[in-house]
């Protein structure tokens, strides 16, 4: 130990600028770091059912959806949930990276051949809301109470800028929202990866300041 420290001392000047070379290098190997939260490969591969899964998503060009679980306590299925819903669908759209999105809404408005809006719902008479939700892929989105529904949000390149845009939309008053999917999945595991590099570096660099003033006995010498 005394020679190690004797050599320290003696060649200070080169360890110092070694260490700072290494901690340079250190630093930029940080920002070149590459991490795959892609999860699906955990039970995709080996699985005969996920092999197909994959096989058909890249067969027709199928990325993996946003899913989008809304609730509101009063419905969906009356004039105003249907104008609510018609909010969130729109809001959605506007995000930047997201290429369509699917709700129980139909696209097109069944009685002016025009994009179903807010001034086409209007136009729809009360006793005929009820067709707009009484169709087969409709009744798919929608719970048995009439209380949640759900989008199918579909990202473009971007799915983890957009899966973290979707979440920050703004929703109605009284709508509530829970997302899912493997784009929120992949974007929520990166998110955390990000915190625990910038927390880890700073714990580690506090723990050696107090091993080594816990050894030599002087913070200014550690």
Excluded at 84 to 93: K, N, S, T
Excluded at 105 to 124: C, K, S
Excluded at 204 to 210: E, G, N, Q, S
């Amino acid at each position: 130990m005394d020679r190690i420290a004797r050599a320290l001392v003696l060649h200070r000047h080169r360890v110092l600028r070694a260490t700072g070379l290494c901690t340079l290098i250190a630093i930029a190997c940080l920002f070149r770091m590459d991490f795959n939260a892609d999860v699906t490969s955990s039970f995709q591969e080996g699985n005969e059912r996920g092999e197909q899964f994959a096989a058909l998503q890249e067969k027709y060009d199928a990325g993996d959806p946003i899913t989008v679980v809304l609730k509101r306590e009063a419905g969906w299925t009356d004039k105003a949930g249907l104008s609510a819903l018609l909010e969130v669908r729109d809001a959605l759209l506007a995000v930047e990276g997201v290429e369509s999105v699917g709700t129980l809404l139909p696209e097109i408005h069944p009685l002016t051949g025009q994009p179903f809006d807010q001034a086409g719902l209007a136009l729809v008479p009360p006793m005929f809301l009820g067709r707009i939700t009484a169709g087969p892929g409709a009744q798919l989105l929608l719970s048995e109470d009439g209380k949640a529904t759900m989008a199918m949000v579909s990202p473009g390149e971007d799915f983890l800028g957009a899966a973290k845009r979707v979440q920050e939309v703004a929703l109605p008053q009284g709508v509530t929202a829970t997302f899912a999917g493997n784009p929120v999945v992949f974007a929520s595991v990166l998110a955390m990866l990000g915190w625990f590099l910038l927390a880890i570096p700073p714990t580690v660099i506090a723990l050696l300041l107090l091993v080594f003033a816990a050894n030599i006995g002087s913070r200014k010498l550690a």
